[in-house]
């Protein structure tokens, strides 16, 4: 049966070794060989399927979406019958068919859109062909073989509609060697440089693709370089559906209702996109969120549409106000704003006349099997699946007054999803109060049931997800179609996950329970509102999501590319400020009598839009222990009782007179201090502060030892088990410029060449606190 299938399939032209290959797609192969049946009978024998035949029926049953096989017989016919002899005709005709909702087709309209009948002869080509080289002449003749010919060519396609595409190349290779003449040395030259540029051109060409469309090469390393597209750039080239075609995408199903249902679709929305972000109110938003936000939020905004932030509050007891405050927040914070702010809450009616007609269609039932019943994989079927409609209705009913325990009773769909599991519930009974119905209910709807039924309440033209939901897919059209309303795509995007976190949200409270961290914002944490605290810019968050680019492949995350996509943002957009984490006191004499007491310095070097502060100098100043160092060692080139260090933005160089000490330790340094020439040019500048504020400085790292820490295999104690004792180090008594007294919380600042840090909200008049946002980049020459 299998050497009788490739021998099959070898009647398209296919070689032995291409229809093995080809054999393993079951789906294609049953395509293919019902188009060959079809062929062999209509050109009377396998025998007179030529090569250009067959190849066009390959391309056929590879190019036709499924929900149009309908067509499929009458394409193959146009084929076999040589009606349709170029891919160019066989393309046209399969987007036309694309285009009729339906199993009718005119077949006037068909043959008329894709040339059949038509004949470009070789006189129409040459003077094609010649008009349009005539046009760039003085181009042509000026740039000779280095001139473009490509764009000229595909003009001429575009131009001589239905002509065969090797003869157009042949006539344009004839007509430009007989303007131009042979290439001579210098054309063979000037072709070999342009053959490495284009050569060079392909190799960043695939880079970028790679990193916009593929999303995982620039993550092995951390690495997050990218084309430089911004997420509206992106997704204003994603491979999605013009509003109102959605008969067009993959998978969709097709009823004879389909294009009266997008013809009211359509004058709903206007023909604008419309999305939708629709998280659950249980908790706070997390990295993850922020990449659904982007291509939700940055697709509608692409394409001049629309986007909903709709609260799915379908599970009432753990559904918090904080939660929803926060989302909203977050959404706003990265910088979207949402044209409308909905709640599946607000469809609760809808939703329970739906479920009602579901039962009297047949399609859902009541049934009492308790939720442990049904848990795991190969659950026992329902005794209630097929109990009369009339029961089930009244049943449902005793559902909605309450009539049941929790448990005792659930409506479940007649329907298996492709990940197999059977008959989703649909509602189930929960005795808690909504936060906006309040006791009105006691029945709630799952996500199965109402996902989708609230996209098409809203007429969404793009229900975008994580890949996840896959699965669900069939079961969302299918309960579309089978109360027979507008039915929108789904489309799914690979999901983002961070290696050392965890971001589910029954794990991050129980972080919280354990005193390990201390809230939802714990900066320590990879919740939105934690990074907005540690002080990452939404800027750097949106450009982190852009750099991903669109891929359905999950993707796990060192957090070192994103902590550099942030630095990158920071570092033209923090201001600069001078910062002591440990302050050693150095005592200046013999300083200059026309020192200044205030120095200018500018905010962000290099930009003077930026503009400047001033900072404080006195005959007290702070240095960090760190540049000072009692005895002289190799390559250390900052402040010793032998060698001068310069002071940043002052001119002026110390040098040591003496040290003073206290139980071994130094507490002050008493220093000589002269404006800088050429002639005591110090190896090295470093910062220092002069009547400063005291300030906490929290530095933080990895939560968890290990990149996967829900691993069991690598943690087989649990999450808990694997936090980093010096995730946060608290520095109490640093010492920070006094200009940065007041300081708005949230705002971020360059502490010289010690790091990015951010007001934390626990900041007070009497005491500044800063989180340490990301550290410089490593300099491994600095000492």
Not at 106 to 130: F, H, M, P, Y
Not at 428 to 438: A, C, D, L, M, Q
Request: hydrophobic share 35%.
């Amino acid at each position: 049966m299998a050497q009788e299938t490739v021998t099959t399939l070898m009647v398209l032209g296919l070689t032995a070794q291409k229809a093995e290959e080809t054999k393993k797609n079951e789906q294609l192969t049953s395509v293919l060989l019902s188009i060959v049946n079809q062929a062999v009978e209509e050109c009377n024998g396998a025998q007179n399927i030529d090569r250009d035949v067959g190849k066009l029926l390959y391309i056929l049953a590879t190019k036709l979406p499924k929900q149009f096989h309908c067509h499929l017989p009458l394409l193959t016919t146009y084929v076999t019958s040589r009606k349709i002899d170029q891919e160019a005709k066989l393309l046209a005709a399969i987007k036309f068919v694309q285009n009729c909702i339906g199993s009718t087709v005119d077949a006037a309209a068909l043959e008329a859109s894709c040339g059949i009948g038509v004949t470009v002869t070789q006189d129409q080509i040459e003077a094609g062909v010649s008009s349009i080289l005539l046009s760039r002449k003085p181009q042509i003749l000026d740039q000779r073989y280095k001139f473009n010919f490509g764009a000229l060519m595909a003009e001429a396609r575009s131009t001589l509609l239905w002509a065969d595409s090797k003869k157009i190349k042949e006539e344009f290779d004839l007509q430009i060697l007989t303007m131009l003449g042979p290439k001579s040395e210098e054309d063979l030259a000037k072709s070999v440089k342009a053959s490495k540029a284009a050569d060079k051109t392909k190799l960043s060409s695939k880079e970028a693709s790679i990193t916009a469309n593929d999303g995982n090469a620039a993550l092995q390393n951390g690495d997050t370089t990218t084309c430089g597209l911004s997420i509206l750039e992106l997704l204003r080239n994603a491979p999605f559906h013009k509003p109102g075609e959605n008969h067009k995408s993959e998978g969709y199903v097709i009823t004879p209702n389909t294009k009266d249902l997008l013809q009211q679709h359509l004058k709903i929305t206007a023909g604008k996109v419309r999305t939708r972000f629709p998280p659950e109110p249980n908790g706070i938003l997390h990295i993850g969120h922020a990449k659904a936000i982007n291509i939700n939020f940055g697709y509608a905004a692409a394409h001049g549409g629309t986007c909903f932030l709709r609260y799915d509050d379908t599970n009432p007891e753990k559904e918090e106000e904080k939660f929803f405050v926060g989302i909203r927040d977050m959404v706003e914070w990265l910088g979207y704003t949402p044209s409308a702010i909905t709640h599946s809450s607000d469809y609760f009616d809808q939703l329970y006349t739906w479920a009602v007609e579901l039962i009297e269609r047949g399609l859902a039932y009541v049934c009492h099997q308790r939720p442990e019943e049904v848990r795991g994989r190969d659950p026992p079927p329902s005794p209630w699946r097929n109990r009369p409609k009339h029961e089930s209705i009244k049943l449902f009913q005793d559902m909605k007054h309450g009539k049941f325990d929790e448990g005792e009773a659930t409506l479940r769909l007649k329907l298996t999803l492709e990940e197999g599991k059977v008959d989703p519930v649909a509602y189930r009974i929960k005795y808690v109060s909504h936060h906006r119905t309040g006791d009105a209910w006691c029945i709630y709807p799952t996500y199965d049931y109402t996902h989708c039924l609230c996209d098409s309440i809203e007429h969404i033209t793009h229900s975008l997800c994580t890949k996840e939901f896959q699965s669900r897919r069939s079961s969302y059209y299918w309960l579309c179609n089978a109360l027979n309303i507008y039915c929108p795509v789904q489309w799914e995007y690979g999901r983002l996950n961070m290696h050392h976190t965890v971001v589910s949200k029954r794990k991050i409270a129980k972080l919280i329970e354990h005193g390990i961290v201390r809230d939802w914002d714990d900066p320590r944490l990879f919740t939105l509102t934690a990074l907005r605290r540690r002080g990452f810019p939404a800027e750097a968050i949106n450009k982190f999501c852009a750099s991903l680019g669109l891929t359905g492949a999950q993707i796990t995350i060192h957090p070192e590319a994103l902590e550099a996509t942030v630095r990158d943002v920071l570092n033209s957009s923090a201001h600069r400020r001078m910062m002591v984490l440990e302050a050693i006191r150095v005592e200046l004499s013999e300083l200059p009598d026309d020192a200044p007491s205030l120095i200018t310095v500018p905010n962000i070097p290099g930009d003077d839009a930026a503009g400047s502060h001033q900072v404080a100098f006195a005959s007290v100043i702070y240095i960090d222990a760190s540049d000072f160092r009692e005895a002289d060692e190799r390559g250390y080139r900052r402040l010793t009782p032998t060698q001068s260090v310069g002071l940043r933005h002052s001119g002026y160089v110390i040098s040591v007179q003496d040290v003073v000490r206290e139980a071994g330790k130094v507490v002050c340094i008493k220093a000589s201090c002269a404006q800088a020439t050429a002639s005591n040019k110090p190896k090295a500048f470093i910062h220092w502060v002069a009547r400063p504020a005291l300030c906490e400085v929290r530095l933080y790292d990895r939560l968890f030892i290990h990149e996967s820490p829900e691993d069991p295999a690598v943690v087989p104690e649990g999450f808990l088990s694997d936090i980093n004792p010096s995730s946060l180090t608290v520095v109490s008594d640093a010492m920070v410029d006094g200009s940065l007294v007041g300081a708005a919380p949230f705002t971020s600042y360059q502490f010289e060449r010690v790091g990015f840090f951010s007001v934390d909200p626990d900041s007070s008049e009497e005491k500044l606190v800063f989180n340490r946002t990301v550290g410089l980049k490593e300099d491994k020459g600095k000492n």
